[in-house]
Structure formats: C-alpha cells, structure tokens
C-alpha cells in the first residue's frame, strides 16, 4: 500500500492543477494550475523509473546490484526544460497583457468587441 | 554510394536540421543585411524541400517502401531485441504530409517577404518561422512517442510568439496567451499517456509498442487521452473555440505555417489510432444481442458524431461572423469536420470482412481532402492577408468595390471561393465526390448532412465575396494598388496547384494517396522494418 | 513511369462519372453556344437613353458609400429566423480560455464512459 502513495499523489496534482485551470479566473492563477499539472506529470515519470532497494544509476560498482531505470531520468529532464520554457513564455504573455487591458480578470479580455 | 544515394540516405534528418541550423544562423547574417537574410531563409527552405522530393521520389518508386533511419547507430534493434535508439520511420503517410508541408512553407516564406516588410524585429520572425517548420517537419517523420511529443511542444511554443507578434494590439497578445494555455495541457495530457505505455511494455518506439499491446485497462485510458489530446490540438468540436481567436489575429503568413501544424496533430491522431492501436482495432469488447462490439466500431461511431458537430458548427458560425478571417477559420473547422466524417466511417466499415471497399474509399477521401482543404484554406488566408495589406481593415462593414482595383486578388479569391465549397472543377469536388459517395453507402443521413453544409460554405464565401469585391468603387479606397509582386507570387503557386489537382485528379489520387492508403492499413508492413519477423 | 493517358483518366470512384476534361470541353461548347445566341441582341435596345439608367424600384440612386449592401444586413432573414439558435452558441463561445479547458475536460469523460461502460 505504501508504495502507491507517489501515484496517489500524482493524481492529486493533476486534479487540483485542472481545478486551477477551469475554476480559477485569475490569470497567475491559471498559469500556476499549468504547473501544477506538469508537476503531476513528472513525478509520474519519476515514479515508473524506481525498483525496491536501487541506488541511483550513476557509478557501476557501488553496493546494490539493483539500479532504477535512467531512461525515465531523462525524460522528466527534458519534460522540466521544455514545462520552464512554457513558464516564461505564458508570464512574459501576462505581462503584456496586464500593460494593455489593465486588468487580469479572464473575463473581462478576450471578448471580440474592441 | 555517390551523393545522391547519401543524401537520401540521412535526408529523414537532414529534413529537420537544415530549418533547424538555419534559423540560429538567421539572426547572425540579418546583422550584415535585410535583403541577405530574406534570401538565406528562402534558400533554407528551397533546399529542404528539394530533399523532401528527392526522398518522395525514393518512396513513391517502390510499393509499399519504407525508409528507416536510425540516430546514431546503424542497426534498429540491438542483440538482445531491445529497440533503444530513436528512429524516424517515413512511410507512405510520412511523406504526404511531408509534400504538404513543403508546400506550405515555400509559399509561407516567399508571400512574408512583401507582407511582414514594414515590421521590425524582423530577424526575430524569421527565427521562429523557420523553428516552426522544423518543428512541424520533426512531428511529421518521427516514428517514436515521446520524440513526438517533443517536437509537438516545439512547434506550439513558437506558434505561440509568433502568434502574438502584434504586440501593439491587445487582441493578438491574448490570442497567443489561450493558445499556449490549451497547447501546454493538451501536450501534458499525451505525455502522461506516453508514460503510461512506457511504464507497462519498456518501450517508447511505436513500432515495438504495435507489436507488444493488449488492450488492457491502463491501455484504454491512454488511448483516451492520446485521442482528446490530439483532438483539441486539430481543432474538432467542442474543442475548436481556440481556432478563430488564433488564426484570426495572427499575421497571414503564421497562419499558413499554423494550418500545417494543425494538420500535423490529426495526422499524429491517424497514426495512434491505426498503427500504435492497430492490432487491436478488430477485439470484440461486448456482444449485444448477435452483432459484435468491436473497438473499430466503437471509435468509428464516436468520431463520425463529433464530425456531424463540426461541420454544423464550423458552419453556422461561420455565416454570423463579419470579421474577414475570424470567418475563414470557421471554414478551416467545418474542412476538419469533413476529414473526420470521411475517417470515421471508415473505421467503422473497413474492417468488415463482407463489404471492404466502402472503408477503402472513404479512407481514400479522407486522406485526399486533408491536401485539398490544406491548399484552399492556405489560399483563402492569403487573400486575406492581402486585402489587409492594402486597405488595413479587416471587418467586412467597411469593404467594398476592390475588384476594380486588386484584379489578380479578385481571381485567386474566386478561385479559392470554388475550390473550398466543392464545385467542379477544382481540386475540393474531386474529395468531396469521393466522400459524398462513401459515406452514403454507410449511412445516407451522413451525405445529406457533408452535401447541405457544403452548399452553405458557398452561401458564406459569396457573401464575403459581395461585400469585399463587388459593388461600386468606395471614395476612401481610390489609392489603393494592387499587392506586391512576392504575395502575388505565393498566391499564384497554390493556385497553379489547386487547378492542376482539379483536372487530373486521377493523377494524383492513385501516386501520392494510394500509397498513404496502403501505409495506414497495413500496420504489420510497419512492423515488421523495425522488428523484423512479426508474426500476423 | 507517368505516361500521358494518366492525365486523362475518370476519377476512380465506385459509382458516378467525373472525368474533369470531358466536364471541361462541355462547358466550353455550352459558352460558345450562349454566348452567340446573346449576339443576336434586341431590336428595341437604343444606347443613351433612358433604357440604360439604374432601376431601384422608383428610390432615388443616393451616393456610392450608402448604396453598397454592408456585410452583416445581407443575410437577415436568415439571422433573424435562425436567433433562438445563434442566442446558444454565442453564449458557447466565450473568449474565456478555462471555459475551453471544460469542454476538453467534458469530452475526455464521455469518451471514458463509452469506453468503460461499453
């Protein structure tokens, strides 16, 4: 049972970061609920990669024989950079769209009337 | 081997890298000259589109060929039978929506010379588009998962700034904001499916992962959320509300590159649901009564219904709306609706063993209307583009009476008006035909339905057509002139190649769709170039 | 290799006949055929008179800018009779982006409930 504790967990994330996304109607609000979602995400693929009593997958001859999968390592890798690549671009966005409506209500912009 | 053979021995990779290198080198060279790097980014993109040819020829010369290539080693699967390499896989289908891309890009790159020339930040445009077709290429020849999804948040990401790149108007920079929004949770959603596949099989290649699936419990879900992500990302109803806001307010030439990538995400969704699920597309999951539940049958009529929503929709919206492009992608979401339609009623019938040439056909349509819809649509955006350039509006209210003005715009609109509504003789009445009789045979309500909201996109065009061209001359529109000679050119090209697919449609249905027919059926073919030895 | 009868071939459809050529040289010898009897022309049509000025139905012909039809006004029968179904779908498409992620969020549950149920 303990051992499906991350996998709760990653539900959990994924759940509350929608919440986040769909009820939410400030902007920051939203963009944290995207973050949340993708932290679900990577401790989802964090979590396929470990086995019962493994070390890191680092050096061959150190005192486990058992080594956690690295192949999931690298993809929460390049999941993280392209999640900050996302980030900035989604707050650089909110920026400017705080100088031109001046206000963050998701309300409020985005209509078609000028 | 003398150099031909090498270049399309390594051309999958070449095809992604050459964009890729050209656009960090772009804004070294624009530092020395504008004219110069417009000519660098034209030649970048001349040159991968000569090596896309050049592997179509290859494909195209033998049946059923595929083109395997491996980064970084020279076998597909090591001694063990482990498959740990990345490859590109390039079949059939690869390479059609490979030609389709190329073209787009070429008329993409050459009507932005004229039409982006009084922006600044120049160099930055450039940059992007070239990263969005090599994100776009990259998408289109992979042959593994999580490459898929990387080249996928690739081409959002600069999608997203490039759409945004009217930074003076508000409207634009909120246009880019949804869409990052919706492109981040769609690209996280197939990630986690990813990951589920990779946590029950140790496999990332879609070729191994063909070959080990059942169609277990943790499999549904990812196959749910592999297709409404890549759903949302195509724009299929009621997902679609992103669609005119993005391609409404972005400049002309994103939106030809954004069309592409769109279709790039249905043809992902072509190619889980085919190829990835493909063995499992005939497993009867419930009986009721004496007719079997199978997994075709189900996924068929699921996606004929969001289909009939699409079009209806796509069309509707479309006759409310006064805004010049805003109705355009209305239009792209009823094209969409129509691709669906077509794919849909064939999987519910193409695996029957009493009746297998309806599912043929109608994957045949399917398959061609995705060309057709991606040239009328690009075209329309075009003109588009162009009667913003000349006049600066873009609500239809305050058009009118151009034709006397801009005569090479009123003909390459009036021969996208024809194309995107199926009259003969251009290239959308040979697909729509097709489509029109395949689905009748499924069910005659589905053709009643694809035939009346065709006649009512014609009714949408002819009134953008009256109010934007027609009518007497307008005082406030004396000075305006006819479009520079670069836009006219690009619209010329997708021209010429409307009408040459509108008169030998036979020409082009059996050399370049039939081999994307034969790829998606035939998943053991897949298989069996990765693995080697599969049993059937 | 491409020969030249493949450009000239029907469409491979199961049923019905389209073969774009043929189409087109039925079109042009229908043209010729209107287009020379147009040519006879009437006996009764004198230029520079009054048969060549603008018929609106007795309304005076105002200026070029009020008598152009403006883009929402061209379909208002068709708007009005449809506004119980344009009220809804107006009211669908918001502008709101966690509005969007509802309705992804609705469709991935049905889709879960066919497949789980069924």
């Given at each position: 049972?303990?051992y499906?504790?991350?996998y709760?967990?990653?539900v959990?994330l ?28 990577n ?17 061959r ?5 058992l ?20 980030l ?27 | ?69 491996v ?34 890009a ?11 020339k009084?922006?600044?930040?120049l ?47 508000g ?5 880019g904001?949804?869409?990052i929004v ?7 959603f197939?990630l986690?499916a ?12 879609m ?27 195509a ?5 679609h ?36 699920y493909?063995?499992?597309?005939t ?16 996924l ?26 805003r ?29 297998t ?24 955006f ?55 009789q ?25 009134k953008?057509f009256?109010?934007?061209f ?6 406030k529109?004396?000075?305006?002139k ?15 190649i ?6 030998f ?32 | ?40 022309g ?17 309304n ?7 008598m ?19 009220s ?5 498409h ?11 969020v609705?469709i ?11």
């Amino acid at each position: 049972m303990i051992y499906n504790i991350p996998y709760i967990a990653v539900v959990a994330l994924i759940l509350i970061g929608l919440y986040a996304v769909i009820f939410k109607r400030n902007l920051i609000k939203i963009v944290i609920g995207i973050t949340l979602i993708e932290s679900g995400v990577n401790l989802f693929l964090i979590t396929l990669a470990f086995r019962k009593d493994s070390v890191a997958p680092i050096y061959r001859g150190s005192g486990s024989p058992l080594m956690s999968l690295p192949v999931p390592h690298a993809l929460t890798l390049t999941s993280i950079v392209i999640g900050v690549a996302v980030l900035a671009l989604m707050l650089s966005l909110v920026v400017h769209i705080y100088r031109h409506y001046g206000t963050l209500d998701s309300r409020k912009i985005g209509g078609e009337e000028e | 081997m003398n150099i031909i053979d090498e270049l399309i021995f390594h051309s999958p990779a070449l095809i992604v890298a050459i964009p890729l290198l050209g656009a960090f080198l772009t804004p070294l060279i624009s530092k020395i000259n504008d004219k110069l790097r417009n000519g660098f980014v034209i030649f970048i993109v001349l040159l991968t589109s000569a090596i896309v040819l050049l592997l179509a020829n290859d494909i195209y010369s033998v049946c059923g060929k595929i083109h395997t290539y491996v980064f970084g080693g020279t076998q597909t699967i090591t001694e063990g039978g482990f498959a740990i390499r990345i490859l590109f896989e390039v079949d059939g289908l690869n390479i059609f929506m490979a030609l389709i891309a190329t073209i787009l890009a070429i008329a993409g790159v050459i009507y932005s010379w004229a039409f982006m020339k009084e922006n600044t930040g120049l160099d930055k445009y450039y940059t992007l588009y070239l990263l969005m077709i090599a994100g776009m290429f990259g998408m289109i020849l992979t042959g593994d998962m999580f490459n898929f999804f990387v080249f996928l948040e690739i081409s959002s990401i600069a999608s997203c700034a490039l759409i945004a790149f009217w930074t003076n108007k508000g409207k634009a920079v909120d246009a880019g904001f949804k869409y990052i929004v919706i492109s981040a949770t769609g690209a996280l959603f197939i990630l986690f499916a990813v990951a589920i596949l990779y946590g029950q099989y140790n496999a990332l290649n879609m070729a191994v992962l063909a070959s080990k699936i059942q169609f277990s419990f943790l499999d549904k879900i990812a196959l749910v959320l592999l297709i409404s992500g890549l759903a949302m990302k195509a724009g299929i109803v009621p997902m679609h509300m992103w669609l005119p806001d993005a391609y409404g307010r972005a400049p002309s030439s994103v939106t030809l590159i954004l069309i592409g990538v769109t279709q790039a995400s249905l043809y992902g969704a072509l190619r889980m649901i085919f190829t990835v699920y493909g063995g499992n597309l005939t497993n009867t999951l419930n009986q009721i009564g004496d007719i079997n539940i199978d997994l075709n049958l189900l996924l068929g009529i699921f996606i004929v219904g969001l289909s009939l929503l699409t079009i209806f929709i796509g069309v509707l919206m479309a006759l409310k709306e006064n805004n010049f492009k805003r109705m355009i992608a209305f239009a792209a979401v009823a094209e969409i609706g129509y691709m669906i339609l077509a794919i849909g009623s064939a999987l519910t019938t193409a695996f029957s063993t009493t009746d297998t040439t309806t599912g043929v056909m109608a994957l045949k349509g399917g398959i061609f209307h995705i060309l057709n819809d991606a040239l009328d649509v690009g075209l329309l955006f075009l003109v588009a583009g162009a009667v913003y350039y000349a006049t600066k509006e873009t609500s239809l209210n305050s058009l009118g009476g151009l034709a006397r003005n801009m005569k090479y715009t009123t003909i390459f609109f009036l021969i996208g008006l024809l194309a995107v509504s199926g009259m003969p003789p251009m290239n959308g009445f040979a697909s729509k035909l097709i489509i029109y009789q395949s689905t009748y045979q499924v069910n005659p309500i589905l053709a009643i339905v694809a035939i009346l909201c065709s006649i009512l996109l014609l009714a949408v065009f002819v009134k953008v057509f009256h109010s934007a061209f027609l009518g007497p001359k307008l005082p406030k529109f004396d000075e305006v002139k006819e479009v520079p000679k670069s836009m006219l050119l690009a619209m010329g090209i997708i021209a010429v190649i409307i009408i040459f697919i509108g008169l030998f449609p036979d020409l082009v249905l059996n050399n370049i769709v039939q081999p994307a027919v034969n790829a998606l059926t035939d998943h053991t073919n897949y298989i069996s170039n990765v693995i080697g030895g599969i049993q059937p | 290799m491409i020969e030249i009868q493949d450009f000239l071939r029907t469409l491979g459809t199961d049923s019905g006949f389209w073969n774009p050529l043929v189409w087109g040289i039925i079109i042009i010898i229908a043209f010729l055929v209107v287009y020379i009897i147009r040519g006879y022309g009437k006996k009764e049509y004198k230029k520079q008179t009054e048969q060549t000025k603008v018929f609106l139905s007795g309304n005076p012909e105002l200026e070029k800018e009020e008598m152009h039809v403006k883009a929402s006004n061209i379909y208002w029968g068709f708007m009005e009779s449809f506004k119980w179904l344009y009220s809804g779908l107006d009211k669908m498409h918001t502008g709101n982006v966690s509005d969007y992620i509802l309705w992804f969020v609705v469709i991935m549950g049905v889709f879960f409930i066919i497949l789980g149920v069924i």
